[in-house]
């Protein structure tokens, strides 16, 4: 529960991040601030840990499909056809 946690809290962070960026270009154009690259380097960033908390739950488990229509793992054993030999 606590990895859903993060990654909402880090998408969050991501998108206030794009906003400020946004904010920082209208309000500094014309001048040489660097306010928003340094916005958009932090979303970079914060981006770059979403996809590694998101794949970190898809590798473990702890995130996955609980869709209705998806079945899941087949358990048991599947069977593959057998070739037989032509005469």
């Not at 946690?5 to 962070?13: D, G, M, P, R, T």
């Not at 998806?70 to 005469?87: C, K």
Request: charged share 10%; aromatic share 6%.
């Amino acid at each position: 529960m606590w990895l859903k946690a993060v990654i909402v809290i880090l998408f969050v962070a991501v998108v206030a991040s794009l906003s400020s960026g946004l904010v920082f270009l209208l309000k500094d154009s014309g001048s040489e601030s660097k306010r928003t690259l340094y916005a958009l380097g932090i979303r970079v960033c914060l981006a770059a840990l979403l996809l590694v908390c998101i794949l970190y739950g898809l590798a473990t488990g702890q995130l996955g499909s609980s869709a209705p229509w998806d079945a899941g793992p087949v358990s048991g054993n599947i069977s593959t056809p057998q070739s037989t030999p032509d005469h």
